[in-house]
């Protein structure tokens, strides 16, 4: 993402102009954008006149629109742009030249005055790549948000990884950016069970063919020949990953692909997982092999926060709490030493519930704790999320119902002295 | 032999005459020469029909063979010809003369008979006589056939295919099907399934391929094949396990890495084998094995070091035993294998039951269901007798059965042939011919050949062909058997393993979310409200989301302990919902329900496993299904 032009002031009033280059970057927006925020981008708009004499004349324009966002929709693949409303916005394509697979929609009243659309009229904004996009807050911009931005326009960002999930008759694509896990393709072949002693090539037919799908499936779901790709992992319990590598490997050879062949030479790791589902992914980026190329990229980051704090509440449940409710006792007590937070929780449509989870951010960061913000887009955040979305990591054990018990009594106690002070 | 006494028998005044020719010089037929009859006899037969519907009598025909030297072509033109005449002779004759007819008849028969005193020099240089001229004819003919290649079989009309039918109606058949059930225990034999679990190189694959062959399932050839292929590549201590492990990887790998299913016949058990798998890899495997079966033989290595690898944290033993324990299995013997690398040593064999004993009991088999059995597979040592020499040190100390002894008194367990039908597919493959296969094991109710049967999840239904038991086709089969269906009139892309056979008025229910009461293993990191695991229903493994823990549960009386506990720890029980995971991370969810049964319902189709990160972290019953 590019930066086009920034105005905020020290309260967090004004506007961020950002220039979206790839899918990731729509996720960016995605989580930037919220509703009640005054977004300003470019759209295509079916226009219709009447003239005097009573004819309809309808026309396509071109026409930079500002809207209050009411929805904001993100999908992580192509799909053919379904217009909302009453509004035919849609035919302006979702999908620009280059191989970009992810969507936003943005929709809303129109606030700005306009020449051809009418103010209050509904419009969805089809968010595209290379197009720029202007974003006012409503309740001005925030630590998070404005982290967000930072983080979005560092050029040359992110490790990206092409993975290969799979297990006998499985397989899942998966791309792992910064901030994204895309599963681009999913085979499913069904394979026979080995046979007493006839029928064995059965067995053996089915997974020769199942080998051949997956060569198929990796020239089209992993770009293999991109620079920025830095690793290839082929991921499965048992040997089945050792096949798929050599299979691979004899095929790129049948076929003279000197490029396949070299970055699977160069790229290529196999990694033993302990099944075949893709939330197995998280134990691919614990590897060693993964861990040591790819440290201090966010996603291994977040694997490993997440990690100890599975380790922590095993040896010690005191120090590890989780839950929204515990977790801000902890923070008011200083005891948060790594907050693990996901970004679904900031997407929340009430403001009221961002600001307390941006306030708890500010408090952690300034007590000196680390926060980690989980993608959910990532197979760690969706975990993160099914334990609430916030967990923390404390730096001394506190007991859950012994703070409680605190709380109550706090509050019995604030509720007597109202009643003094009111008598 | 019997071919004269027969002629005798019908034939008095042939026989006189043959006696008075022959002067008792009368050739014997050889066993060949009598197997070799035998066998034209039936096929005849077969062609001619049964003795009262045919004209010719099983004499003639043996006769007939005789003279022809065995060859079942002309003897059968000449059977058929002469079965024509009669034919075409008995319809001219009227009522009244019938018996006329038949006087005649009979001297055509001695006519027939009368070439068996020529063939008296030897079936080698038959003298056609004047007698046999009539057939001299039919004879050439007959030759011209064979040279066209017009053999008997395709002039027989083709029987049509037929859709094949139900034969019984419902009520019929359960009727039918219990007092089978009933039967089974006085006089037929029971039939059972087991699963083999132990270790990784604990030696089951090694022991089931030697138990095969002292049973006489395997045959010496395949043995010698097994041997002489597993030398030719270095791993000759696996030639017994080749025999279970088919798969050119299992073999280069010397491992098994998938169910093998087998069948055996003891004295008065008809033995269903599922070899599974050791390696902790390969334990979804193992799980879906261990669904079907009834029973479970448990091999430990005896050998040092290795009894304690397997059974130590890391190890398979224990972890199998709970599993099988969770998935219904209550009978266990223990096979202590290896014992003849520790020089048969008493005390280590009891050190070793001494270790596994308690924790059997604490995992809920009664000492009554668990037998221990000192065995050595490699040298075949008392795993039917223990009589020869290699065994003379454990007959020192060991009195009890053998194995083969303890395989026999296993018990069934009750079988629910009134529940409805649940067949969860463990294998599909290709049958012969046309239509597709699947096999496994009936949760519940009765099926029989010509059912219409849905196969969920899904909206695809098929109709069953054959129905194939201990490789047997058979019109019906009821719950607890292990059977192979022929289907018809599906796609193969809608049968998954995984997948519920049932009938389309009695559907098994789908699930995505629902509660189940579970007990934690001996796990490290705690199970929080929103664990990823992946669970386990039969042959099925889905990824699924421990949503939340409703409330802790004692043990043994099942009285609620904490309502909403924050972790669960090990060895803890509790009541908790689980839903499934959705396949994609955005977009539109899709979650694939699985076919579930609450345990209140159907025992088989309501355990659950749950497992995360390649260890088994508890297993459940499902108590609700919410949808």
């Known amino acids: 993402m590019k930066l086009v032009n920034k105005h905020v002031d020290k309260h967090g009033a004004g506007h961020v102009t950002l220039r979206p280059e790839d899918d990731e970057d729509m996720w960016h927006l995605y989580n930037l954008i919220q509703k009640g925020d005054s977004v300003r981008a470019t759209a295509i708009r079916r226009v219709q006149k009447t003239s005097n004499t009573g004819s309809i004349d309808s026309q396509r324009i071109r026409l930079n629109l500002t809207i209050e966002v009411n929805r904001v929709e993100f999908s992580s693949y192509a799909a053919p742009s379904t217009s909302s409303g009453g509004d035919p916005s849609g035919e302006a394509g979702s999908s620009s030249a280059n191989s970009s697979t992810a969507s936003l929609h943005i929709s809303g009243r129109v606030i700005s005055e306009n020449q051809h659309v009418k103010l209050g009229a509904f419009h969805t904004l089809d968010i595209e790549t290379d197009r720029d996009v202007r974003i006012e807050k409503a309740d001005g911009w925030d630590s998070v948000a404005l982290a967000r931005v930072e983080e979005a326009i560092v050029p040359g960002r992110g490790a990206e990884v092409g993975a290969v999930v799979c297990g006998e008759g499985t397989a899942a694509f998966c791309l792992l950016s910064e901030h994204m896990t895309l599963v681009t393709g999913r085979i499913s072949v069904s394979i026979p069970r080995k046979a007493a002693a006839s029928g064995t090539s059965q067995h053996e037919k089915a997974l020769t063919k199942f080998y051949g799908t997956i060569f198929d499936g990796f020239m089209r779901h992993i770009p293999y020949s991109n620079v920025g790709l830095k690793a290839i992992v082929i991921a499965s319990p048992g040997w089945v990953k050792d096949s798929v590598y050599d299979h691979l490997i004899q095929e790129a050879g049948r076929r003279g692909d000197k490029v396949l062949q070299k970055s699977l030479k160069e790229k290529g790791v196999k990694v033993h997982i302990s099944s075949p589902h893709v939330h197995s992914l998280v134990e691919v980026l614990q590897s060693p092999q993964i861990v040591s190329q790819l440290k201090e990229t966010k996603f291994a980051r977040e694997g490993i926060a997440l990690d100890k704090f599975h380790k922590m509440l095993s040896i010690d449940e005191l120090r590890a709490w989780y839950g929204p409710k515990h977790v801000v006792l902890a923070a008011d007590r200083g005891a948060i030493g790594t907050l693990l937070i996901s970004d679904e929780l900031f997407r929340a449509s009430d403001p009221e519930t961002r600001k307390k989870y941006v306030a708890l951010v500010e408090a952690v960061q300034q007590k000196g704790g680390e926060v980690v913000i989980f993608s959910s887009m990532h197979e760690s955040g969706q975990q993160l999320n099914q334990l609430s979305g916030i967990a923390a990591i404390l730096t001394f054990p506190l007991d859950i119902e012994v703070v409680e018990a605190e709380e109550k009594e706090a509050e019995e106690e604030r509720k007597r002295a109202e009643e003094a002070e009111a008598e | ?627």
């Open chain 2, 1 to 627: 032999m019997s071919r004269h006494r027969d002629v005798r028998n019908i034939n008095l005044e042939d026989e006189l005459d043959d006696d008075a020719l022959s002067d008792g010089g009368e050739e014997e037929m050889t066993a060949e020469q009598q197997l070799q009859m035998n066998d034209a006899f039936e096929r005849i037969r077969d062609t001619l029909g049964e003795e009262g519907l045919s004209e010719i009598p099983d004499s003639e025909i043996k006769d007939a063979i005789w003279y022809y030297h065995f060859d079942i072509e002309q003897s059968l033109d000449w059977c058929l010809h002469e079965q024509e005449k009669r034919r075409a002779a008995k319809l001219r004759q009227a009522a009244r003369e019938r018996e006329k007819a038949q006087k005649r008849m009979e001297a055509a028969a001695s006519r027939t008979a009368s070439p068996i005193p020529k063939g008296k020099k030897g079936p080698k240089t038959p003298v056609r006589s004047g007698t046999a001229t009539p057939l001299r004819g039919l004879d050439q003919r007959a030759l011209d056939l064979s040279a066209l290649n017009l053999t008997e079989k395709e002039e027989k009309p083709q029987v049509p295919e037929e859709p094949p039918k139900v034969s019984f109606a419902r009520e019929k058949l359960l009727e039918e099907a219990k007092k089978a059930l009933d039967a089974e225990g006085s006089n037929n034999k029971k039939t059972v399934s087991l699963v083999v679990i132990g270790h990784v190189d604990a030696g089951k694959s090694t022991l089931m391929g030697r138990l095969l062959y002292e049973l006489g399932r395997l045959d010496e050839k395949t043995r010698v094949a097994n041997e002489r292929g597993s030398t030719k590549v270095g791993k000759s201590s696996f030639s017994w396990a080749w025999s279970l492990d088919g798969t050119t990887e299992e073999r280069e790998r010397g491992i098994t890495m998938d169910i093998a299913l087998q069948s055996m016949t003891t004295p008065h058990r008809h033995i269903t084998i599922l070899d599974a798998p050791g390696h902790k890899d390969f334990i979804p495997n193992m799980i879906s094995g261990a669904a079907q079966a009834d029973c479970a033989l448990l091999v430990v290595d005896a050998s040092t070091g290795e009894f304690e690898a397997g059974f130590n944290r890391g190890g398979q033993t224990r972890e199998h035993i709970v599993l099988v324990r969770s998935l219904g299995v209550s009978q266990v013997i223990i096979a202590v294998n290896k014992l003849d690398q520790v020089n048969w040593d008493k005390d280590r064999y009891d050190e070793i039951v001494d270790f596994i004993r308690p924790f059997l009991t604490q995992s809920g088999f009664q000492s009554s269901k668990t037998k221990f059995v000192p065995v050595s597979a490699m040298q075949g040592i008392n795993l039917t007798t223990r009589g020869d020499d290699a065994s003379k040190e454990l007959r020192s100390w060991y009195e009890g059965p053998s194995l083969v002894d303890y395989l026999d008194q296993l018990e069934p367990p009750t079988r629910d042939i009134y529940a409805p039908l649940r067949i969860p597919i463990s294998n599909v493959f290709k049958g012969q011919g046309a239509g597709v296969a699947v096999s496994g094991r009936l949760c519940g109710g009765v099926v029989q050949v010509g059912d219409r049967l849905s196969v969920l999840p899904g909206d695809e239904s098929a109709v069953v062909k054959t129905i194939e038991l201990e490789e047997e086709s058979v019109q019906w089969a009821a719950a607890g058997s292990n059977v192979t269906i022929y289907l018809t009139s599906i796609d193969p892309v809608h049968l998954n393993i995984g997948s519920v056979l049932c009938y389309p008025s009695e559907p098994v229910p789908l699930a995505t979310i629902f509660t189940a009461r579970i007990i934690v293993f001996d796990i490290q990191v705690p199970i929080t409200s929103g664990t990823s695991v992946e669970l386990f229903h039969h042959s099925r493994d889905v990824s699924a989301t421990i949503a939340s823990l409703i409330a802790t549960l004692d043990r043994t009386t099942g009285e609620i302990v904490k309502k909403k506990p924050r972790v669960l720890t090990k060895g803890s029980s509790a009541e908790v919902q689980i839903v499934l995971r959705t396949t994609s991370m955005s977009g539109p969810s899709v979650v694939r329900p699985v076919p579930l049964e609450p345990f209140s319902a159907n025992k088989d189709m309501g355990r659950i496993l749950l497992r995360r990160g390649g260890e088994t972290i508890g297993a459940g019953i499902v108590l609700e299904i919410f949808g």
